[in-house]
């Protein structure tokens, strides 16, 4: 009986330590962060450091760029349903994302923003098919956010998103191999395990 208690405290201590240590691991997830037009400035936080990026492209066409806030207010809506474990609205808000999508007329994009827009569009299209389909599945629906999440991130490290976003890390999603999701807050809302651990995750990055 002591051995199965003490056994319960050794992975409650782990699951803990893992998630507050999450911080340590930020430099080594930038990599992907590094690539394009970026201003790597760090911003100082009550944690540690917090990479500033500065979207790649400034010259954005206004129509497009309601359009593409579009989709990123569809995507954190995403997010916060599976924060809230609902999924039945993150459902919704897939199925928000993809009509936002098909709105997005790339023909105002200019030569060298094309390329970036066509790489993510039919990945988040289907992403978001998949989560509208599954109102009853929420874990399904939170699989495909983490591939959604980077394609999001693509688009948004590009051509912004209309306000500050942060992109947050939790080392425990995606099977224990690490996921990251964008926010539109600095609180951490965990999209990944919902109420389980709704704060387990840091602060990576700020794109503005």
Not at 115 to 120: G, L
Not at 164 to 186: H, I
Request: glycine share 6%.
């Amino acid at each position: 009986m002591k051995k199965s208690i003490f056994g319960a405290l050794a992975i409650a201590s782990l699951t803990f330590a893992a998630c507050n240590n999450s911080g340590t691991t930020s430099k080594e997830g930038q990599s992907t962060a590094d690539s394009g037009a970026t201003a790597q400035t760090p911003a100082a936080t009550d944690e540690k450091a917090v990479t500033e990026i500065t979207p790649q492209f400034t010259d954005i066409d206004s129509k497009v760029a309601a359009s593409l806030n579009t989709v990123i207010d569809q995507y954190l809506a995403i997010k916060n349903g599976l924060a809230a474990d609902n999924a039945e609205e993150t459902a919704k808000a897939g199925k928000a994302m993809a009509a936002a999508l098909a709105g997005v007329d790339a023909s105002l994009l200019t030569t060298a923003q094309q390329p970036v827009f066509a790489e993510n569009k039919d990945e988040l299209k289907e992403h978001a098919e998949h989560i509208s389909e599954n109102a009853g599945n929420i874990h399904h629906q939170r699989e495909h956010f983490v591939d959604m999440s980077e394609d999001v991130y693509a688009l948004v490290k590009a051509f912004g998103g209309g306000r500050p976003l942060y992109r947050d890390f939790c080392p425990m999603a995606n099977e224990d191999k690490g996921a990251r999701w964008l926010s539109e807050v600095k609180d951490i809302k965990n999209p990944y395990f919902g109420s389980k651990m709704l704060t387990c995750g840091s602060v990576e990055e700020v794109i503005k």
